[in-house]
């Protein structure tokens, strides 16, 4: 087990009706002025909007309020939420939404208390922030893992870039998790959130490392929770069990936990958002679950014994010692399966990917034939070309 620091800052305040509670949780940690920052409308639609600023009003906290975020938030409102918020004199940034707006938040909150950098240069990797404005959510998608994660992915609709970076300065200070929100959320986009949550798992389980027994426990227990009750969401959306269960794997899945005495790199989601970067109207889970079967295909010899045991106590895939690529293979194509009877695509072409962009997107998720991704298998441009072929 290597070294590691785990540190969950953030605090969580899960269970019905917890969002009639955020202006006491907002006031707690000294707001004067505070961005309430959404997406598209659902949240002003639902009535939530209405909840959660009237709950501002009753601890007499001032806000202003900011829509708009898309499913891949992007920088010109990041930049227009800064302005805002410095014109406003904004100290909380608080994100009602899914992780599009959670980032675009964590986006915003940095920008503003780093006022001499180009909050852009964050993503590139030119700078770290080294402050931020406190900020919140009141969370209404299971997905990203953003409320607790230390990630913040933003794309740059001039050229399609698509770029994520960790920072202490990135974790909210509060989550609020009613899984009650999250019934209205269709099949769909609860499918794609059923993906993405478990790949943040997936790709930690298969990142270089040893002697992580609980570790590995705890992944294969989150990766299996999500599975089972992400189609339980698509059967029964008003499950509250089941939505529970997937809004708190959301957040275990990307916290950190799952990592703990390994190395780390979310390599698909490398190449997933070169994909959703370029085509916006691509759902990150979906352009996950079209991209990793064919990454596993690619990498898993290299690694077979982590496949097989991911076969064996995540698929209960008995192992056949005297032909233990079959045992890999037949797990891989039961995730794919899997993917499949939940509505999901399995090859970029059912994403609407076009051939030629194959070499382009290879082109820049190697960052002009200049980045490696690690791994078991480490990847440079030559094998993202094939796997992004075989993913076709």
Same mark, same amino acid.
């Given at each position: 087990?290597?070294?590691?620091?785990?540190?969950?800052?953030?605090?969580?305040?899960?269970?019905?009706?917890?969002?009639?509670?955020?202006?006491?949780?907002?006031?707690?940690?000294?707001?004067?002025?505070?961005?309430?920052?959404?997406?598209?409308?659902?949240?002003?639609?639902?009535?939530?909007?209405?909840?959660?600023?009237?709950?501002?009003?009753?601890?007499?906290?001032?806000?202003?309020?900011?829509?708009?975020?898309?499913?891949?938030?992007?920088?010109?409102?990041?930049?227009?939420?800064?302005?805002?918020?410095?014109?406003?004199?904004?100290?909380?940034?608080?994100?009602?939404?899914?992780?599009?707006?959670?980032?675009?938040?964590?986006?915003?909150?940095?920008?503003?208390?780093?006022?001499?950098?180009?909050?852009?240069?964050?993503?590139?990797?030119?700078?770290?922030?080294?402050?931020?404005?406190?900020?919140?959510?009141?969370?209404?998608?299971?997905?990203?893992?953003?409320?607790?994660?230390?990630?913040?992915?933003?794309?740059?609709?001039?050229?399609?870039?698509?770029?994520?970076?960790?920072?202490?300065?990135?974790?909210?200070?509060?989550?609020?998790?009613?899984?009650?929100?999250?019934?209205?959320?269709?099949?769909?986009?609860?499918?794609?959130?059923?993906?993405?949550?478990?790949?943040?798992?997936?790709?930690?389980?298969?990142?270089?490392?040893?002697?992580?027994? /609980?570790?590995? #426990?705890? *992944?294969?227990? %989150?990766? @299996?929770?999500?599975?089972?009750?992400?189609?339980?969401?698509? !059967? =029964?959306?008003?499950?509250?069990?089941?939505?529970?269960?997937?809004?708190?794997?959301?957040?275990?899945?990307?916290?950190?936990?799952?990592?703990?005495?390994?190395?780390?790199?979310?390599?698909?989601?490398?190449?997933?958002?070169?994909?959703?970067?370029?085509?916006?109207?691509?759902?990150?889970?979906?352009?996950?679950?079209? /991209?990793?079967? #064919?990454? *596993?295909?690619? %990498?898993? @010899?290299?690694?077979?014994?982590?496949?097989?045991?991911?076969? !064996? =106590?995540?698929?209960?895939?008995?192992?056949?010692?005297?032909?233990?690529?079959?045992?890999?293979?037949?797990?891989?194509?039961?995730?794919?399966?899997?993917?499949?009877?939940?509505?999901?695509?399995?090859?970029?072409?059912?994403?609407?990917?076009?051939?030629?962009?194959?070499?382009?997107?290879?082109?820049?998720?190697?960052?002009?034939?200049?980045?490696?991704?690690?791994?078991?298998?480490?990847?440079?441009?030559?094998?993202?070309?094939?796997?992004?072929?075989?993913?076709?």
């Amino acid at each position: 087990m290597d070294n590691f620091i785990y540190d969950t800052p953030t605090k969580v305040y899960f269970g019905k009706k917890e969002e009639e509670n955020v202006g006491k949780y907002v006031a707690a940690l000294g707001a004067k002025k505070v961005l309430v920052h959404y997406g598209s409308g659902s949240a002003k639609k639902s009535g939530l909007l209405d909840k959660v600023t009237a709950a501002l009003d009753a601890e007499k906290i001032a806000w202003v309020e900011l829509g708009g975020v898309k499913a891949n938030p992007e920088l010109p409102l990041v930049r227009q939420g800064i302005e805002l918020c410095k014109k406003e004199g904004v100290d909380f940034v608080l994100a009602v939404g899914g992780g599009s707006v959670l980032d675009s938040s964590k986006a915003i909150a940095n920008g503003v208390a780093n006022p001499d950098v180009d909050v852009w240069d964050f993503n590139l990797g030119k700078a770290q922030p080294k402050a931020t404005l406190k900020k919140g959510c009141v969370l209404t998608l299971s997905a990203a893992g953003s409320e607790m994660s230390n990630s913040c992915v933003i794309t740059n609709p001039e050229d399609g870039d698509k770029r994520g970076y960790g920072s202490p300065f990135n974790r909210m200070n509060f989550a609020i998790e009613n899984p009650e929100l999250t019934y209205s959320v269709n099949a769909y986009q609860t499918a794609c959130g059923t993906v993405d949550i478990a790949m943040h798992t997936i790709e930690r389980y298969f990142c270089p490392g040893s002697d992580t027994q /609980l570790t590995d #426990s705890i *992944a294969e227990a %989150v990766i @299996k929770t999500i599975n089972s009750a992400g189609v339980e969401c698509i !059967k =029964n959306p008003e499950n509250y069990e089941a939505r529970a269960n997937m809004m708190w794997a959301s957040s275990l899945a990307h916290n950190g936990l799952t990592q703990c005495g390994r190395f780390f790199q979310l390599t698909v989601h490398q190449f997933e958002h070169e994909v959703s970067g370029m085509y916006p109207e691509v759902a990150h889970g979906a352009g996950l679950a079209a /991209l990793w079967c #064919s990454w *596993a295909r690619y %990498v898993y @010899k290299d690694s077979l014994d982590r496949f097989l045991q991911y076969a !064996k =106590n995540v698929w209960n895939v008995d192992i056949d010692f005297e032909h233990k690529e079959e045992t890999v293979l037949k797990a891989i194509k039961m995730q794919e399966d899997f993917y499949r009877s939940i509505g999901m695509p399995v090859s970029l072409r059912e994403l609407g990917v076009k051939k030629e962009d194959l070499e382009p997107l290879a082109f820049k998720c190697s960052r002009g034939k200049t980045r490696t991704l690690a791994g078991y298998k480490p990847l440079a441009y030559d094998d993202m070309i094939e796997i992004f072929n075989m993913a076709y």
